[in-house]
T-cell receptor, first 116, second 116 residues
Framework: AQKITQTQPGMFVQEKEAVTLDCTYD???????LFWYKQPSSGEMIFLIY??????QNATEGRYSLNFQKARKSANLVISASQLGDSAMYFC?????????????FGTGTQLKVEL | EPEVTQTPSHQVTQMGQEVILRCVPI?????FYWYRQILGQKVEFLVS????????KSEIFDDQFSVERPDGSNFTLKIRSTKLEDSAMYFC??????????????FGPGTRLTVL
């Protein structure tokens, strides 16, 4: 079975600072994908960034980067130069090729608040 | 940019009534999904659908639930006899391929279902 753990229920960061949101995972699949989604207060789920288990380099997408440490089974999201609009719930999710089928397994989320 | 759309944005129904939630996936995508999120909780997988049949379902997806692709664009989730505990945000998602762990699922804005 696949499992995602997000241990930070809430985080605060000052505007323009960087912040790291933690995510650890557990799977027996040799091939898997890790995803981060943003959920603003309006409720929609916005895809942010993806990391494949065989990718040699950490994924980056604009101000988002993923600190992927395969041996430690962690896939932390780093947001650089935080903006007020980054205030939202952030979910880490994973998908495996076998065992987990084609569904996404989500963590419990981290509520990020960006302050002036 | 193509996006997943869902209607209605909010549905209020009486316990025991049938509801149909509608989704229009991204046009060239082949795999479709429903997830739900009870208020304040994590996102949970319900069902995935490919080639006009269910490819995977969770234990939540019991006989009260059904999915259908009635035409070339819509994807629907039906709840036959709603219960109070069905109150949640329901997300539709779609992906291009579906079988690869690397395949990104794109979510619609959600339908908030309230069962009274």
């Amino acid at each position: 079975a696949q499992k995602i753990t997000q241990t930070q229920p809430g985080m605060f960061v000052q505007e323009k600072e960087a912040v790291t949101l933690d995510c650890t995972y557990d799977t027996s699949d040799p091939s898997y994908g890790l995803f981060w989604y943003k959920q603003p207060s309006s409720g929609e789920m916005i895809f942010l960034i993806y990391q494949g288990s065989y990718d040699q380099q950490n994924a980056t997408e604009g101000r988002y980067s993923l600190n992927f440490q395969k041996a430690r089974k962690s896939a932390n999201l780093v947001i650089s130069a935080s903006q007020l609009g980054d205030s939202a719930m952030y979910f880490c999710a994973m998908r495996g090729k076998t065992g987990g089928g084609n569904k996404l397994t989500f963590g419990t989320g981290t509520q990020l608040k960006v302050e002036l | 940019e193509p996006e997943v759309t869902q209607t209605p944005s909010h549905q209020v129904t009486q316990m025991g009534q049938e509801v149909i939630l509608r989704c229009v996936p991204i046009s060239n995508h082949l795999y479709f999904y429903w997830y739900r999120q009870i208020l304040g909780q994590k996102v949970e997988f319900l069902v995935s659908f490919y080639n006009n049949e269910i490819s995977e379902k969770s234990e939540i997806f019991d006989d009260q639930f059904s999915v259908e692709r009635p035409d070339g664009s819509n994807f629907t989730l039906k709840i036959r006899s709603t219960k109070l505990e069905d109150s949640a945000m329901y997300f539709c998602a779609s992906s291009a391929i579906g079988l690869a762990a690397t395949d990104t699922q794109y979510f619609g804005p959600g339908t908030r279902l309230t069962v009274l």
